[in-house]
């Protein structure tokens, strides 16, 4: 780890731009933040963090503005791509997997849950 700024508040890690002592980046803040979500409860509810870790996470944003929405944009790119591959592979696998047969000692059980599903899509 690196130090960034702000005496290490924020340091750049394999995963980018991260709260120093946490596993949570800028760019996981950034989803929140740009969803509208309030901030007590991204604090409090999502992350966990302190007022001091999230006040420097914001000051960095502010400060770096151009740098992290660049990364910020970089990161939701790479998350498409990999969204795209791994919906491909498991096409596949869910197509398979609507294919088959119960076990027979699971039979009754598939039994009963296709009888909820039924009854839930009526009820939708």
Do not use: C
Not at 109 to 120: D, H, M, N, V, Y
Request: charged share 25%.
């Amino acid at each position: 780890m690196t130090a960034i700024q702000d005496k290490s508040d924020i340091v750049r890690t394999e995963r980018g731009l991260t709260i120093n002592g946490t596993r949570i980046t800028l760019y996981d803040l950034m989803d929140y933040i740009h969803a509208g979500y309030p901030v007590k409860l991204i604090r409090n509810y999502f992350f966990y963090i302190t007022d001091q870790q999230f006040n420097a996470a914001i000051a960095y944003i502010e400060n770096h503005r151009e740098q992290v929405d660049l990364e910020y944009q970089q990161v939701l790119q790479e998350a498409a791509i990999n969204r795209y591959y791994w919906e491909g592979v498991n096409k596949e696998r869910f197509a398979q997997a609507t294919n088959r047969t119960p076990r027979p000692e699971n039979k009754k059980a598939w039994e009963k849950l296709q009888s909820w599903k039924a009854r839930l899509a009526t009820e939708a």
